[in-house]
Antibody
């Protein structure tokens, strides 16, 4: 069974940092590209970052470019999102997701709250 | 960026009756290979999104056959032939043509009348 399990969310002050992790199991991790997608409270879905299976190709949404860094450790089957210079508008549930049509799969998400 | 819109944004439904959701894209999602790069997801209350339909009309594994997707280019429709109580939630369309710069529709909230 494919599993994606996010962790690392919590309450952080504006300007602060947080690192999210996504532990994967049930599939060959190093064969799949992965993404981070977020959902602000009561709002829709926003794709924020992509990483290729090897980690060599990375993309970011403009809303997080320069502040967030996606990475992966294929030996540990884990995806990461380093979030710096956090703002109130970054408050959201963050999902790691495999967005690949028939084999798409999402984790349960981790809540990040940016507030003083 | 490709902008996705959906209508209606709220859809009260009666169990056993059909339901339909529209999704439109600001650019054609039809690739030269003949595929439409449009997926549909359902996010049930308190859960993460789950894939229903990919490439416009292909049902994902385990998805009941009461769900069907149609359309091409910029106009797409998700149909539920007979709504069941377990179908409540928010339905999102997502374009995958400009992978990995995915964009989502705003969502259609389906609930029981």
């Amino acid at each position: 069974e494919v599993r994606l399990e996010e962790s690392g969310g919590g309450l952080v002050q504006p300007g602060g940092s947080l690192r999210l992790s996504c532990a994967a199991s049930g599939f060959t991790f190093n064969s799949y590209e992965l993404n981070w997608v977020r959902q602000a409270p009561g709002k829709g879905l926003e794709w924020i970052s992509y990483i290729s299976s090897s980690g060599s190709t990375i993309y970011y949404a403009d809303s997080v470019k320069g502040r967030f860094t996606i990475s992966r450790d294929n030996a540990k089957n884990t995806l990461y999102l380093q979030m710096n210079s956090l703002r109130a508008e970054d408050t959201a549930v963050y999902y790691c997701a495999r967005l690949l049509g028939a084999v798409s799969h999402w984790g349960q998400g981790t809540l990040v709250t940016v507030s003083s | 960026d490709i902008v996705m819109t959906q209508s209606p944004l709220s859809l009260p439904v009666t169990p056993g009756e059909p339901a339909s959701i529209s999704c439109r894209s600001s650019q054609s999602l039809l690739h030269s290979n003949g595929n439409n790069y449009l997926d549909w997801y359902l996010q049930k209350p308190g859960q993460s999104p789950q894939i229903l339909i990919y490439l416009g009309s292909k049902r994902a594994s385990g998805v009941p056959d009461r769900f069907s997707g149609s359309g091409s280019g910029t106009d797409f429709t998700l149909n539920i032939s007979r709504v069941e109580a377990e179908d409540v939630g928010v339905y999102f369309c997502m374009q995958t043509l400009q992978t990995p710069l995915f964009t989502f529709g705003p969502g259609t909230k389906v609930d029981i009348k």
